[in-house]
Each structure stands twice: as structure tokens, then as C-alpha cells.
């Protein structure tokens, strides 16, 4: 059971900027890439960062150049940074570990987090 928490939710107004946090597990941090997804109501889950263990990073066009991936490992965590948020930004943000297959955003999902809300309004 990998175990990752997320957390740094929010409620913030558009054009503002949030860094969501997760963190995983020691034991199984070293065998696992990591991402973000995320599900707005109504709408399927989508990847918007992953990151591979060696450092090669995937995003979307809806939040290249606006949302960034990084991780510690020292402290087992990954995070999202995200500026420019919009309205269409809103959405339950989910944390992954898994298998990352290239940096066209194939990535296989093995467990998730629990998610953290993101609401973007005015």
C-alpha cells in the first residue's frame, strides 16, 4: 500500500498562484515516477504534471508554461506549482505514483492520494 497525502488546497482568485504538496511514502518513493491530476465536476480525470525519476517532465497545453512539477527526495515529496490560475482551474487535484511511459503523457497510475480542492474564483 503506497501511501500519499496531499495537501496546500485552496481557495484562491484567478491570476493567483498555489503550490499543492504530496507526500509519499519512503519505503516505495524510489520505484515509483509521479503526477498530478485532476477532476472538475462533470468531467474525466486529467493528467496536468508528471514527472519521471530521472527528471523528465510532462504537462498539457491547458497548463504548460503556467503549472510545475518538482520533487525532494530527501523529504519524498512532489510538488505543483501552479500561476496564472484560472476559473477552468477548478478541480479536485490528485497526487499519483506510477509508471512514466514518455514525454507524451503516458503514464500509468498505480495509486493515488485522496485529492485537495482547488477552487479558483473571484
Known amino acids: 500500500q503506497v501511501e500519499l497525502v496531499e495537501s496546500g488546497g485552496g481557495l484562491i482568485q484567478p491570476g493567483g498562484s498555489l503550490q499543492l504538496a504530496c507526500a509519499a511514502a519512503?519505503?516505495?518513493?524510489?520505484?515509483?515516477?509521479m503526477a498530478w491530476s485532476r477532476q472538475a465536476p462533470g468531467k474525466e480525470r486529467e493528467l496536468v504534471a508528471a514527472?519521471?525519476?530521472?527528471?523528465?517532465?510532462y504537462y498539457p497545453d491547458s497548463v504548460k508554461g503556467r503549472f510545475t512539477i518538482s520533487k525532494d527526495n530527501a523529504k519524498t515529496a512532489v510538488y505543483l506549482q501552479m500561476n496564472n490560475l484560472k476559473p477552468d482551474d477548478t478541480a479536485v487535484y490528485y497526487c499519483s505514483a506510477g509508471y512514466y511511459y514518455d514525454d507524451e503523457g503516458r503514464f500509468r497510475h498505480d495509486y493515488w492520494g485522496q485529492g485537495t480542492q482547488v477552487t479558483v474564483s473571484s
Open positions: 514527472i519521471s525519476g530521472g527528471g523528465h517532465t
Open positions: 519512503t519505503a516505495i518513493w524510489r520505484g515509483y515516477s
